[in-house]
């Protein structure tokens, strides 16, 4: 009987590979060196590849810079996506029959979002992610407007929409805005001051019964928005 054989990869199977290791270790070393401390080489090396696949691929280490940006954004889509997609449908169809959406769904829905940026947030995967937004907000460069447009905006977008149906107010609103920012701030602190976090609950990692409390204190930041008007 003939013994059957793997088929070889071809060239552009060989490329994507390569494409592929360059764009996801070079969002680690860019997190961790900053686009000028991390060198040609270190990039290279790191990704297993041949110092001229950054050219070849890339045009250079500025298009490997955006590039790697871009696929950032793509990723914590990836994660976010079908939530994402149910919150705009809902919203478009809300739009197109002139109908006011309930406080409540929006409430429902903004919880949903809160418990999944959370986490996602406190997941192993989205530290090297988050050295990299880091140091695009205290420096923004093209990289911060690709990770901005694609994914930051929209999703900001969504809550702050959300939470002015819950407040009662117009979204374009500076207080709305504002609410919206603080709000996203306090999902942010999770990823952004994650070892903190673990000394103050006195965790040593985040496992299923330490996300579980999380996902709560998410649900309690939605149900908080708009109790001060309630208490007046």
């Not at 401390?37 to 270190?42: D, F, I, Q, V, Y």
């Not at 000394?199 to 019964?209: A, C, L, S, Y």
Request: hydrophobic share 45%; aromatic share 6%.
């Amino acid at each position: 009987m003939k013994k059957e054989t793997s088929p070889q990869p071809t060239k552009q199977d060989r490329g994507d590979i390569t494409r592929e290791k360059l764009l996801t270790s070079s969002i680690d070393v860019f997190g961790r060196y900053g686009f000028d401390g991390a060198s040609t080489r270190l990039l290279a090396e790191t990704a297993g590849v041949n110092l001229q696949a950054i050219p070849y691929y890339f045009g250079g280490k500025e298009g490997l810079y955006i590039a790697a940006a871009e696929h950032l954004a793509s990723m914590i889509l990836g994660h976010v996506a079908e939530l994402r997609t149910a919150i705009i449908e809902r919203l478009a169809q809300i739009d197109h029959d002139g109908k006011a959406m309930e406080p409540t769904e929006a409430r429902e829905l903004l919880t949903q979002m809160a418990q999944r940026m959370v986490a996602l947030f406190v997941s192993r995967q989205s530290e090297s992610w988050a050295r990299f937004i880091i140091r695009e907000q205290m420096e923004p460069t093209e990289a911060f407007e690709r990770v901005y447009a694609n994914v930051m905006g929209p999703m900001i977008g969504m809550a702050r929409r959300l939470i002015a149906t819950i407040l009662g107010e117009t979204a374009q609103s500076e207080h709305v805005r504002l609410k919206t920012m603080s709000f996203v701030g306090s999902i942010l602190v999770f990823r952004m001051a994650h070892a903190a976090m673990l000394r103050q609950m006195e965790w040593q990692t985040i496992g299923p019964d330490e996300l579980e409390i999380l996902r709560r204190h998410a649900a309690d930041l939605v149900a908080a928005l708009g109790s001060e008007k309630a208490g007046r």
